[in-house]
């Protein structure tokens, strides 16, 4: 997503369907769901997967001058709505997962480097989400407490991930965050 001149931030989301016999089932990226005229616009103007927040964006730019809000967001949900995400989404469609939401584990995975900062720092989120029904979960979102409410900072759709009880999900989430000089 554009944010300023040169500032790109691109997220990807990843996730490993664990089942409730200790196999596990790589799913990949998990793509976020479109119409044929958002398609189109996203090839003509930029490839956006998911989207960034209002209030995401807003938590780059006061972490930007405190250091103290970007961190929090380690806390991964999962629903089971369809509706594509909006940036003015504050929380899930079909809200799914258990009433706390997963910690994820963040970590700096890659730091910026190369003249004019051509490789970028890198930020994951590893989450795992357990289930105790049966399920298609179906979006994804990442937030900055544990407890029902707070803000989001991404929010994603799907194709069907379909669970059952005992089995769980690990959530990956990576943003990509290049120098302004690439």
């Not at 991964?76 to 369809?82: I, K, P, R």
């Not at 970028?120 to 544990?146: C, D, H």
């Amino acid at each position: 997503m554009l944010l300023t001149g040169r500032i790109r931030l691109k997220a990807q989301l990843n996730a490993v369907l664990i089942h409730a016999d200790g196999s596990c089932e790589n799913l990949g990226d998990m793509q976020l769901r479109k119409s044929r005229w958002q398609r189109f616009i996203e090839f003509v103007t930029f490839d956006q997967r998911g989207l960034v927040t209002l209030g995401g964006i807003n938590a780059i730019a006061t972490d930007l001058v405190s250091g103290t809000v970007v961190g929090l967001y380690k806390f991964h949900d999962s629903g089971t709505g369809t509706t594509t995400p909006a940036q003015t989404d504050t929380v899930l469609q079909t809200q799914a997962g258990p009433a706390t939401r997963a910690t994820g584990v963040n970590t700096q995975t890659q730091s910026a480097s190369g003249t004019g900062s051509t490789t970028p720092a890198i930020v994951t989120s590893v989450g795992t989400i357990a289930y105790v029904s049966t399920l298609a979960i179906t979006e994804w979102g990442l937030f900055n407490q544990a407890a029902q409410g707070g803000t989001m900072w991404d929010h994603r759709t799907f194709a069907a991930i379909n669970v059952v009880s005992g089995d769980s999900i690990q959530f990956t989430y990576s943003l990509s965050i290049p120098g302004g000089g690439t």
